[in-house]
């Protein structure tokens, strides 16, 4: 179907989604549904992908054991995440301490992003100056704004999680993705626990320009 082919309120719909959703750190324990989760997984499918490759390798995990290893492994990261980089001071991070400890981040489910190095034709390059790398971190960045935008039109909260980022070794020791893998982010996606609000973001006329 053509967007010309779109009703009305299908069009509203979309936009509905997107600017309702939020990011959503607290869940209820509910499991999600298995055609939920897969119609999630497919709207990441269908993300822009460079080259056509599909280069993305999505780790699913319900198990309760592993998703409770999962949520000490963030609480660590986060804490990294607060030291290193955002520079909290020490209040502010043992009150975020508590508040994870208390189960935000913990979720009824975890998506893990990869993408397979093995496929770039740069011989798994992975620096910031290697453009087919950075064109491969789009693609699944886009692949995992399309799980969270599916998710959320089906009722489905989630939150983006880079900071797995700072304890790599550890999540993959835990996740065990094939060889060659490198991990993009992690999706925490639940039911929401407490009512969504969304925040006011800037004018579009003060993050653009036109020429």
Known sequence: MYLC???VSQIKDFFNVVGSRVSVR???PDPLPDDAV???LWAATRAPTAGGRENWLFIVVKSEEVRKEIHKLL???HIRYAIKISKMSPERIEKWRRAMEEGMYLAPLYIAVYIDLRRLTSGGARDINDAEFIME????????ENAILAAWSLGIGSVWLGVPLLLE?????????????KLMGILALG???????????????????VI
């Not at 971190?137 to 995992?144: G, N, P």
């Not at 039911?191 to 320009?209: D, F, G, L």
């Open 38 to 40: 897969r119609n999630v």
């Open 137 to 144: 971190v789009q693609s699944a960045a886009a692949a995992m």
């Open 5 to 7: 082919e779109l009703g």
């Open 169 to 181: 070794e550890e999540f993959n020791k835990l996740l065990k993705p094939p060889p060659d893998h």
């Open 26 to 28: 607290r869940f209820r």
């Open 75 to 77: 609480i660590e990261s």
């Open 191 to 209: 039911y929401p626990a407490e009512e969504p609000r969304t925040r006011n973001r800037k004018p579009v006329e003060s993050v653009s320009i």
